[in-house]
């Protein structure tokens, strides 16, 4: 019989000898084995290298580029790796919106910053698991979080200082550990988000040359200042990911640095995370930087030298390079299974109820016990500078109120940078509004622009600065002015800031205004060191309150009419003026910070003023002799002598007094911040380890020698510009160290 196609099947059997069987036997088809990245009870190593051997070339490609597509034949769903939370999720809708970065750092709050992160990855996973239940995998909606930005900031110019911790390594350091833990949790299988310090490393601006910029720094400031934090960061915080930086460090393109990335972070640190490369930077190792000529071979060096994934597209000429023989597939291999091994960590390649994170309600959101905490962060975080003859806290009772200026009802001065998207914002005028309308009549001019020559809003402010019993004049910077380059809208160097005082007419504003004889609270937004060598004399007080987050309003509020002590201490110096700092090119640490710095600043760092009264007893050290690399063990008892709760920054500074002329005057070793009832007493423990004590010599060495140290214990430096602001010295003690 004819089958279709005319061809009789049996006759190719019947040529290769096949013979019908006497009789069929039934059988199961044969069930495949899981393959060993879909084992959840394997190791996610063992995982992730079992899926990248199963890729083509192409398929490897594309999951190295930050927007990575799906792979549908390996059940691998798309995912974009850019996400950020630097003060709150950003970028991704309604989320509680803390205050900006270098707020959160003046609060010196490590279980605040701890608190803070741990609401940041709620919400994050919250948000992801909402998006991809609806089969949205853009970006800003994935669980890797190009956060903290632990920079130095050891330049007031730079314009995403705001985003940093400050100019101390110590602070920076501690604060970063809190912050990345909290982001990452504490399950023993399962990230909770991925944490990303950055820019690693050396990288403080100036932000309109950092696509071209070669940092020059001594192995002696690399190691000091600009490292230590970041290593805290990788070993004891465990962060899943860091980011390299924009600029080249001695030559070197940051994210293709076979010193930073492999000699240090690798091989030096144990690193054994990924390495994400900031947003073009790879392609400005070719166009900009022009250390090669082309993207194969910017691509090529950047994954040989240790960056696993690239924010851009500059790797999708990966491909051409492996032709080119510039690099191996085997090397791309280890750099997917560092991306898939952290996908894996996240739970992304698992059922949802494995993944203790994955059910988190959507609604907790910007929810009221998260701006409850925006509110505790944002008072915290606020420093007073002065207080002239405890002017604060103001009266309930003041008739007439005259709130003044171009911040008072700016909700840009609220957020800051890579800020999320509050329910509820307060601005300074409507938390005054709040608080005091059944009590006070309120008087609101704008005055003036942030920026700009235009008196035109004068005459009205003036008016009302009359008729008041007190002006609340809101004045200082905005994310407008300084920030990142191409965000900051209105500066004029390219997102720093040329002059440290306060712009446009605002000084003159502020001017106007004294002249009226209304005594003055000025309120300063910003997120940077502002220069007020007049102004200072002009007003009875000052509030320092950084971008203070979606509560910023009813925090300055709670501190202005006494709700609240304010106990924020500065972490980073206001200087005198410009001509007091170093070229803003020089990455020297000669003459920069308070560590460093010999002439007398206007604001110190560690510098706050409080409601309350603080005393302080003599310190009492386990030993004035210790041989060298052990610990010292201190105690100092500090008592609340006011008849106000208030919180303490107690500070603990180390200075060598063996005269090397390279050493920092004083370094930072230890803080904490504690409340205390009016009358209560505590005492506090610090330990001053070896490394502490150590110098770092001209080869980024620390070197432990015999000599003498004197350690101070107080609510500030113990400087001579400290003590004449606080109107109080630290107390302080003296040791030997002696050779082994």
């Known amino acids: 019989m004819d089958r279709p196609g005319g061809r009789d099947p049996l006759a190719d059997r019947v040529q290769t000898g096949w013979k019908e069987p006497k009789f069929m ?116 909606q994935g669980l890797t979080f190009w956060s903290p930005n632990v920079n130095l900031f050891r330049d007031p110019r730079w314009g995403r200082g705001q985003e940093t911790y400050g100019e101390d390594p110590h602070l920076t350091g501690r604060l970063g550990v809190a912050f990345i833990k909290g982001l990452q949790g504490n399950d023993p299988k399962y990230l909770k988000v991925v944490a990303t310090p950055k820019h690693f490393a050396v990288h403080s601006g100036p932000e309109r040359d950092r696509h071209h910029f070669d940092a020059k720094v001594s192995e002696k400031d690399l190691w000091e200042s600009y490292l230590p934090h970041f290593k805290e960061c990788v070993q004891e915080a465990k962060a899943a990911s860091v980011m390299g930086a924009y600029n080249r460090v001695n030559g070197e393109a940051c994210c ?128 007073l500078l002065k207080n002239q003859n405890q002017f604060l806290p103001l009266s309930d009772d003041l008739k007439r109120i005259a709130v003044i200026g171009p911040n008072a009802d700016n909700l840009d001065v609220l957020l800051g940078n890579y800020n999320g998207t509050p329910s509820q914002p307060i601005t300074g005028l409507q938390g005054i509004i709040s608080r005091m309308e059944s009590r006070s009549e309120i008087l609101y001019a704008k005055g003036c622009d942030l920026t700009g020559n235009k008196e035109a809003g004068f005459t009205e402010a003036i008016a009302a600065a009359r008729k008041a019993d007190v002006v609340i004049a809101f004045l200082g910077l905005s994310p407008r002015i300084e920030g990142e380059e191409g965000d900051a809208a209105e500066s004029d160097f390219g997102g720093d800031r040329r002059h440290l005082g306060l712009p446009g007419m605002q000084s003159r504003l502020l001017f106007e205004l004294q002249e009226t004889g209304t005594p003055i609270v000025l309120v300063l937004f910003g997120g940077s060191a502002i220069v007020l060598a007049q102004e200072e004399s002009w007003v009875q007080a000052i509030l320092m309150a950084w971008y203070p987050g979606q509560e910023g309003g009813n925090a300055i509020a709670d501190i202005l009419f006494g709700e609240y002590s304010p106990s924020g201490r500065l972490p980073l110096t206001f200087v ?78 180390l200075s060598s007094l063996n005269r090397f002329t ?66 109080q010295a630290p107390m302080r003690a003296r040791f030997k160290v002696k050779d082994a």
């Open 576 to 653: 005198r003026s410009e001509d007091q700092l170093p070229p803003f090119e020089d990455y020297s640490m000669r003459g920069r910070t308070y560590r460093f710095m010999t002439e007398k600043p206007f604001y110190p760092f560690g510098y706050g003023l409080s409601y309350a009264q603080f005393s302080y007893e003599p310190l009492v050290l386990n030993s004035e002799e210790i041989l060298a690399g052990a610990p010292l063990n201190l105690t100092v008892s500090l008592r609340n002598i006011s008849h106000r709760t208030s919180d303490e920054v107690v500070q603990v500074y």
């Open 256 to 383: 293709a640095s076979p010193t930073l990335l492999e000699k240090i972070l690798r091989q030096t640190w144990g690193f054994q995370g990924y390495v994400v490369s900031d947003c073009g930077a790879i392609c400005d190792i070719y166009r900009n930087h022009q250390l090669v000529s082309t993207p194969e071979e910017a691509a090529s060096l950047a994954v040989k030298n240790g960056c696993d994934l690239n924010c851009g597209d500059t790797f999708s000429a990966l491909s051409v390079a492996v032709d080119q023989g510039l690099l191996t597939e085997e090397i791309l291999d280890r750099s997917l299974a560092r991306l898939f091994e952290a996908r894996m960590r996240l739970g992304l390649f698992d059922p949802e109820d494995k993944v203790p994170f994955a059910n988190i309600p959507f609604e907790i959101n910007d929810c009221q016990a998260h701006r409850d905490l925006s509110r505790e962060a944002a008072r915290a975080s606020m420093v």
């Open 25 to 140: 036997i039934h059988q199961e088809p044969t069930q495949q084995p899981s393959p060993i990245y879909k084992d959840i009870d394997k190791d996610f190593s063992e995982r992730a290298k079992d899926l990248v051997s199963r890729m083509t070339l192409p398929e490897k490609i594309g999951q190295m580029l930050h927007d990575a597509p799906a792979i549908p034949r390996l059940d691998i769903p798309a995912y974009n790796w850019w996400n950020e939370c630097l003060h709150g999720v950003g970028r991704a809708g309604t989320a509680t919106v803390f205050p900006q970065a270098i707020g959160l750092a003046a609060s010196w709050d490590t279980d605040l910053f701890h608190r803070a992160a741990q609401v940041i990855s709620d919400e994050a996973r919250a948000k992801h698991h909402e998006a991809t239940r609806k089969g949205e995998r853009g970006i800003y």
């Open 662 to 727: 390279d050493c920092p005057l004083r370094r930072l070793v230890g803080f904490r911040r504690i409340r205390l009832l009016p009358g209560e007493r505590i005492i506090l423990g610090f330990t001053i380890t070896p490394d502490q004590m150590s110098r770092i010599d001209e080869r980024g060495l620390p070197i432990l020698e015999a000599g003498e140290f004197e350690v101070s214990a107080g609510g500030s430096q113990p400087d001579e510009r400290s003590e004449e602001l606080c109107g």
